[in-house]
């Protein structure tokens, strides 16, 4: 994630910021520039961007109302929705202040979500604009008591199903622990299923569905059968040396969505620390040049995937080192083998061919 700089009065911006802390402008997110803007009112609900008086006039999305987005949409455009909010289907019911909170955490990491989408340049619309190939969100809640009746988190051809449950820290964590997933986090989530969509849309059919066969395996194979044979043996005792999770084992689809949300990880991470300028030199491992790294490019514009992951282990070494300073565990308790990063430097290449 990169940060942001007022352009009025020079004050660091985070990417919800709805107001400059300093001047107080009213901010915007602009996905032309993919900046987030101070802005300057007009009449009624207009606004343009400060210090282009002659810039086009915007309007807030409809849900910055509902204090969940601050993106901005053309004035004369008809759809009162962003490009990120057009995407929701159904979003929960906004008469239960629970789950109004939910929707915030829920719409906070989709934003950033398709932030990376867009910085990616892969096509982002939703189903009203194309039903077959769009990509939409059904956001919902279990009102059924029945647990064999829950709503599951999951994507069916462009519509990703969240069950709003997983916004509550308490409930993701016992289902976490359950599970044993260490990333099981709202974006993680996003980015999985977003993974299984954007299959869909770059290997299925394409130039790549051979590449991929050879790496991830035969997506062929019955899922649900695949999928009744993995929960009932589990992974196989080596499943680290060929996996980024012991879920991607259980079939070659969830091996590259669970990649896929990997892959956007390390790239969101280090575009991050690239925004901080972190350089990383241990004291003690001055002749180990592999922990040794100056975090200034942005990964979203590197093609080389090498050159990602040659800062990536300085970055995780550090974060580790950090954390454990703290008493805490490992963020990355992450050890990525040969063929893991095989399927990962295939992802960026295919993603690198797709930009629009």
Sequence with gaps: MKLFKCN????TLFFENNVCEKCKYPLGFEIQELKLLPLVKQEEELFTIYNKPKSTQYKYCANHAHDVCNWLVPADNDSPFCVACSLNRTIPDLSKPSYVERWKAIEVAKHRLVFSLLQMKLPVFSKAVDQETGLSFDFVADENEDKSKRILTGHANGLITLNIAEADDI?????RKA?????RTVLGHFRHEVGHYYWDRLIDNTEHLEEFRQLFGDEQEDYGEALKKHYAQG??????????????TSHPWEDWAETWAHYLHIMDTLQTASAFRLSIHPE?????????ADLTE?????SDFTTIMNMWLPLTFTMNSLNRSMGLHDPYPFIIYPEVMQKMAFIHRVCDRAKS
């Design 8 to 11: 009025h009065c020079g004050q």
């Design 171 to 175: 409930e993701r964590e016992m289902a």
């Design 179 to 183: 599970m044993d997933e260490l990333y």
């Design 235 to 248: 992974p196989p005792a080596d499943w680290n040396q060929h996996y980024i999770s012991a879920y991607a």
């Design 284 to 292: 003690v491992a001055k002749e180990a040049d592999h922990l040794e």
């Design 298 to 302: 942005d990964p979203y514009k590197l």
